[in-house]
């Protein structure tokens, strides 16, 4: 096989799509973990409170769930990550600085799903310690865990908008300003 020029075009591309790849995984592998170990944390307090009072079993299912939706959210990046650079049909042409980007993209948006879930399993948690205890209580034990989750929907609309707006073949072009994006208002004239 011949060596590749580092200088060359094809070389660069792969780079790209390495880092597109790696960025993508991020997002999901991390996402995926840290689901995993926030319902592994909300699973022991519900076994030990469902070893007292098993009828508790369906108020605190949806608290045990929960910290599950990161491990989707991160996959929802992924896919996004290789539609929107031809991953999905083998097609990949992107710049370097497109790959770069994809990559902190998929890193940073991981990492949010993965301490996210995280925390929303120890929320999780202390709202089934609390229906444990008070089992009347149940509704508002559920908006702790499910303040957690606002941050897990927020970095996957910026992970989507980021991945939306970068200037790639195919795609829309990012607003030139945040108004227009908001709402078409205009930006007071500059003197």
Do not use: H
């Amino acid at each position: 096989m011949e060596a590749v020029d580092p200088g060359s075009f094809q070389y660069t591309i792969e780079i790209a799509r390495t880092l597109a790849f790696v960025g993508a995984a991020l997002a999901f592998g991390l996402g995926g973990c840290g689901s995993a170990k926030g319902i592994y944390i909300a699973s022991q307090q519900a076994a030990g409170v469902l070893s007292e009072k098993p009828d508790l079993f369906g108020q605190l299912l949806v608290m045990v769930a929960l910290p599950g939706t990161q491990g989707f959210y991160g996959f929802i990046i992924a896919v996004m990550i290789a539609m929107q650079t031809g991953l999905m049909n083998g097609v990949v042409n992107i710049t370097l600085s497109t790959g770069i980007a994809l990559f902190f993209i998929g890193a940073i948006a991981g990492t949010v799903q993965y301490v996210s879930a995280i925390f929303q399993g120890q929320a999780s948690a202390a709202g089934i310690a609390l229906v444990g205890r008070r089992p009347d209580k149940a509704g508002q034990a559920l908006l702790f865990p499910a303040l957690v989750e606002t941050y897990a929907v927020v970095a996957l609309l910026a992970a989507i908008l980021f991945i939306l707006w970068l200037n790639n073949p195919g795609t829309a072009e990012a607003p030139s300003n945040l108004f227009d994006f908001i709402g078409g208002a205009k930006l007071p004239a500059q003197p």
